[in-house]
T-cell receptor, first 111, second 111 residues
């Protein structure tokens, strides 16, 4: 069945280090992927997206990498800051279908 | 601020009761989505409306229903509430399929 999963449920990094959050997806027909950030008490916030015709996309301090061969998605956060502490969700859209969310990874940034 | 407004922020009610959650989408967005977030289930898609019509259904119980009004705001009705319905309910909107913008959610507690 369709599923989007995260390799690590929790990730702890030192402030200033780079963070890498990984995600595996199972639907090879998915053509659109999004990373969301959810802080405590708030709704998911869009971070960055990528379409299946790309393998890398950069934003401000964030980079998303897509490896369609192994159906893997990653979010890289450069120079991680305390404000980056949150739960990060990857989500996929199988060809115009509804957005399917993974379980989430909690990122904790140590000062 | 995502531009999506949800009310109320918190709702406490008893088993067997009925509640209505309200959502105003971002200006110009025609699609409204409802998601349920609980600790053990993650973000689960419930239902989508597009310009007043139901577009897609997810894991929505028969006790739950939704509608989208001509002014594009949406309501999610939850009836015969059970303890297990306690969760965060999010509304999201989008111009079209793909990137969703989420509200801050309604925390429902069924006692």
């Amino acid at each position: 069945g369709e599923s989007v999963g995260l390799h690590l449920p929790t990730l702890s990094v030192q402030e200033g280090d780079n963070s890498i959050i990984n995600c595996a997806y199972s639907n090879s027909a998915s053509d659109y992927f999004i990373w969301y950030k959810q802080e405590s008490g708030k709704g998911p916030q869009f971070i960055i997206d990528i379409r299946s015709n790309m393998d890398k996309r950069q934003g401000q301090r964030v980079t998303v990498l897509l490896n369609k061969t192994v159906k893997h998605l990653s979010l890289q956060i450069a120079a991680t800051q305390p404000g980056d502490s949150a739960v990060y969700f990857c989500a996929e859209t199988p060809q115009g279908g509804k957005l399917i969310f993974g379980q989430g990874t909690e990122l904790s940034v140590k000062p | 601020d995502s531009g999506v407004t949800q009310t109320p922020k918190h709702l406490i009610t008893a088993t067997g009761q009925r509640v209505t959650l309200r959502c105003s989408p971002r200006s110009g967005d025609l699609s409204v989505y409802w998601y349920q977030q609980s600790l053990d289930q993650g973000l689960q898609f419930l239902i989508q409306y597009y310009n007043g019509e139901e577009r897609a259904k997810g894991n929505i119980l028969e006790r739950f229903s939704a509608q989208q009004f001509p002014d594009l705001h949406s309501e999610l009705n939850l009836s015969s509430l059970e303890l297990g319905d306690s969760a965060l309910y999010f509304c999201a909107s989008s111009v079209a399929e793909g990137k969703l913008f989420f509200g801050s959610g309604t925390q429902l507690s069924v006692l």
